[in-house]
């Protein structure tokens, strides 16, 4: 069974800086898709970034970059420029093959808890 | 450009009350899920429906169940409600088929269970 892995609970980054949240994940397949998810104290979940395993190129969105390890399996989310409204839940998401239904499973691991400081 | 709504923000029940928990999607979705979310366990699927009046178990479907009467509508159902199931609740719906798309998700029901 796959499973995803974020080891850590919370990060606290200055504002104007750099942090890197990690995740890793386990899984015998070879074509899936991986997410991140932002979950602000409203509750409200927000796709960040995806990432398609076929590609090798690292995907980015704005100040949202991966660094997608294949081989070690691992999909760590690099935020450049942290701003107070990055502050949130963070997780990471893996999304399986088909089952029989034609519907595709999402397993998200535990989440990074995100603080800015200003 | 609501997507996914939930009937509610937050619900206080009793131990023993059924509850109902409702979400619907404007996206002409066949796929929906439930999800709970607790501290230190991350989102862990519930149910989930793949058409109107199918339904299939997810990683955790003791003590709830589902209904989907219409495509738009799946319902979660706690039949006696227990205070170990006081937690979050957010409906997705990802697109059908292959997609890159990303699963739309409600913004969730907080339950307490007293």
């Known amino acids: 069974a796959q499973t995803v892995t974020q080891s850590q609970p919370e990060m606290s980054v200055q504002e104007a800086e750099t942090v890197t949240l990690s995740c890793t994940y386990d899984?015998?397949?070879?074509?899936?898709?991986l997410f991140w998810y932002k979950q602000p104290p409203s509750r409200q979940m927000i796709l960040v970034i995806r990432?398609?395993?076929?590609?090798?190129q690292n995907a980015t969105e704005n100040r949202f970059s991966v660094n997608f390890q294949k081989a070690a399996k691992s999909f760590s989310l690099k935020i450049s420029d942290s701003q107070l409204g990055d502050a949130a839940m963070y997780f990471c998401?893996?999304?399986?093959?088909?089952?029989?239904?034609?519907?595709?499973?999402?397993?998200f691991g535990t989440g990074t808890r995100l603080k800015v400081l200003a | 450009d609501v997507k996914v709504t939930q009937s509610s923000r937050y619900l206080v029940k009793r131990t023993g009350e059924k509850v109902f928990l409702e979400c619907v999607q404007d996206?002409?979705?066949?796929?929906m899920f439930w999800y709970r979310q607790d501290p230190g366990l991350g989102l862990r699927l519930i149910y989930f429906?793949?058409?109107?009046?199918?339904?299939e178990k997810g990683d955790i479907p003791e003590g709830y169940s589902v209904s989907r009467e219409k495509k738009e509508r799946f319902s979660l159902i706690l039949e006696s409600a227990s205070t170990n199931q006081t937690s979050m609740y957010l409906c997705?719906?990802?697109?059908?088929?292959?997609?890159?798309?990303?699963?739309?998700f409600g913004p969730g029901t907080r339950l307490t269970v007293t």
């Open positions: 990432q398609e395993a076929y590609k090798q």
């Open positions: 899984t015998s397949e070879s074509d899936y898709y």
């Open positions: 996206m002409d979705h066949e796929n």
């Open positions: 429906s793949y058409d109107v009046k199918m339904k």
């Open positions: 998401a893996y999304r399986r093959g088909a089952l029989s239904s034609g519907t595709y499973k999402y397993i």
């Open positions: 997705a719906s990802p697109p059908t088929g292959d997609s890159t798309y990303e699963q739309y």
